[in-house]
């Protein structure tokens, strides 16, 4: 299983932004997928997740409001709209998923088999 994320880029305080992940083959078979961001010097920290059946989402406090996780109907693929966004957000941003993941453990960023490669998103102020 391949994660490609994708949609990153620079912005001023206040915009938007769409990031992608695709994944290699169907994730029907992966109960979750999520974002994770990491900033310099920082440790990596759930951003929001999805169950890819139930299309249930789940966010980190900082992330309630202002982003919006999906998928589209191929299960191929997860979006992270971005709104609102904060200096603070700068961080590379990685898509993670996993089949045999429990809802507990969402959150936390060594639960996850699959990841992508990550994606910078750096907000100006």
């Known amino acids: 299983v391949q994660l490609q994320a994708s949609g990153g880029g620079l912005v001023q305080a206040g915009g938007s932004l769409r990031l992608s992940c695709a994944s290699s083959a169907r994730t029907s078979g992966r109960v979750y997928m999520s974002w994770f961001r990491q900033a310099p010097a920082k440790e990596r920290e759930f951003v929001a997740g999805?169950?890819?059946?139930?299309?249930?989402?789940y966010y980190a406090d900082f992330a309630e409001g202002r982003f919006t996780i999906s998928r589209d109907d191929a299960k191929s693929t997860v979006f992270l709209q971005m709104n609102s966004l904060k200096p603070d957000d700068t961080a590379v941003y990685y898509c993670a998923a996993d089949s045999t993941i429990i809802l507990s453990s969402i959150r936390f960023a060594s639960a996850y088999n699959y990841w992508g490669q990550g994606t910078q998103v750096t907000v100006s102020s």
């Open positions: 999805i169950n890819m059946n139930s299309r249930r989402t």
